[in-house]
């Protein structure tokens, strides 16, 4: 939970503002002093500033009252000074103002990546998503995690991520997608319930430790899940009796350094690709790029299209090429990543 500081200095303020109160009246009932006397004499006793008093002769119950109010003033100082000191010096105020910052900043964010929970899975879907320049944002319970995050310099949001409240701060409605990377199957299936709940066209991608619940996350909602020793155990054997195929994947996907990928964009609607062949695109000649794959609107894939496919608006295209050829791509005709 998120120590809130302005409370604690709020509380500091109504201490001092009480005393100030008991001050007035005390001199009012004690000295019979008018409000603005009494005020006066409250204000110089509680500063020790030294000013002669307002009345001629004080006599001995307010002599007894203005002990009283020194004392008790010291001790309401003392107190607002260690309060102060710890709220400025605590990491629990940082803490709380880097929260309020990054609240403001979801606020205006959208198309943005959900990532809830910040274990071993969370943390590798962090840095995919920082290496492809995608906005994201955490959703964590554990306070060593968040600012670990914090210290990251990544937008993270302190809560359980099966609340709906914690979801609508990481802008659930305004996102793309949520990654559920919770450790416990029974809360990302929850979690996955809950965000679908809220958002009808958020795709959710989800990890799961038992392969016999994977058909539970499917009618959960959940649009892709992914067992990592499942697909562990894929990868290791496929590592073995196709290393060449495997090696190639791992250029084009894992290694960032090298001067091949395989990306996606999307035909958007005002493209001048809609309606033309792929001959008639000239992809080969003019980028220097080969089109994979086509995913249809409608999710059917084509596989290693022919020369006299025609693209059709919001078609996805599969691409190998260098980084620099799927950008030019996609400044040409006006292709956005989706």
Known sequence: M???????????????????????????LTAQLSWLDALYMTVITLSTVGYREVMPDIDGDAKLFTIVLILGGAGVLAYSIKTVTEVLLDDATK??????????RLEKM????????????????????L???????????????????????????????????????????????????????????LL??????????????ARVSK???????????????????????????????QP??????????????????IGEVAVSGTSDLVGQTLVECNFRARFGSVILSIIREDRTILHNPPANTKLCAQDILVVLGTPEQLQAIKLEFGIGKK
């Open 131 to 189: 290496s492809e320049e995608v906005p994201f944002v955490i959703v964590e319970r554990n306070q060593d995690m968040v600012r670990m995050a914090q210290e990251r310099g990544w937008n993270v949001v302190e809560g359980d991520a099966t609340e709906d409240r914690v979801l609508e701060m990481a802008g659930v409605e305004r996102a793309s997608g949520l990654m559920s990377c919770v450790d416990s199957d029974a809360n990302n299936l």
């Open 110 to 129: 959208k198309n943005h990546y959900i990532v809830c929970g910040l274990g071993r899975v969370g943390k590798a879907v962090c840095e995919e998503l």
């Open 2 to 28: 998120v120590v809130n500081p302005l409370s604690q200095l709020r509380r500091v303020l109504f201490l001092a503002f009480m005393v100030m109160v008991v001050g007035v009246v005390g001199y009012r």
């Open 95 to 104: 803490h709380f103002f880097h929260q309020r910052s990054t609240l403001k």
């Open 244 to 261: 060449r195929v495997t090696e190639l994947l791992d250029l084009a996907l894992e290694e960032s350094n090298y001067d091949l990928t």
């Open 192 to 205: 996955i319930m809950t965000a679908r709940a809220m958002s009808k066209d958020l795709v959710i991608s």
């Open 211 to 241: 392969d016999t619940n994977v058909p539970k996350f499917q009618r959960a909602g959940a649009n892709n899940v992914y067992s990592p020793f499942s697909l562990l155990g894929r990868r290791m054997t496929r590592a073995l009796t």
